[in-house]
């Protein structure tokens, strides 16, 4: 925890503007890896652990917070017709998040420790024993696979805010 700690809490204060709700969400992040040790549950990469489950608590935290929005009201419209925000995503995508969990393994480990945690190739190399161009290869294959993934629902969304305004 030592080791992490200074990384991770600076992982989560540029994603938590209230330095309360940063440091609670960095005692959940603890919490949960003391009882994972007392659960006997092993892990593997403690670090890319500890980021990971920091980012689902700052997700969970968001969520809760988010206002309602009404799903009934139209978000846009096409040819005329008003649309559902339901038919402005498509059914069962699961956004972003979703799409990283999609990706195979080796891409969404680089991809995760270097976009979301913020880790150099160089770190990376180190700990893995892969070669950077390695790691820089499956970062380019990932961000390739997200972009075709995100690419539907990004154009619909900037269609559906140009109609707004």
Do not use: C
Not at 23 to 48: C, H, K, N, W, Y
Not at 56 to 78: A, L, Q, Y
Not at 82 to 89: G, H, R, T
């Amino acid at each position: 925890m030592a080791r992490e700690s200074g990384r991770l809490t600076r992982f989560i204060r540029r994603r938590v503007a209230d330095v309360a709700d940063a440091e609670d969400i960095l005692q959940e992040v603890f919490s949960e890896l003391v009882e994972s040790t007392r659960m006997l549950q092993p892990i593997e990469q403690v670090g890319a652990w500890l980021f990971s489950v920091a980012r689902h608590r700052i997700i969970e935290r968001f969520r809760k917070r988010r206002p309602t929005v009404s799903t009934s009201d139209p978000v846009g419209t096409d040819e005329g017709r008003p649309l559902l925000f339901e038919e402005v995503l498509p059914a069962n995508d699961g956004g972003p998040d979703a799409a990283i969990e999609e990706l195979p393994a080796e891409q969404r480990f680089v991809f995760e420790a270097h976009e979301l945690e913020g880790r150099s190739f160089k770190e990376l190399a180190a700990e893995t024993g892969l070669s950077v161009n390695t790691l820089l290869s499956r970062k380019h294959y990932a961000v390739r696979r997200l972009r075709r993934r995100l690419r539907a629902i990004h154009t619909m969304f900037q269609q559906t805010q140009g109609e707004r305004t």
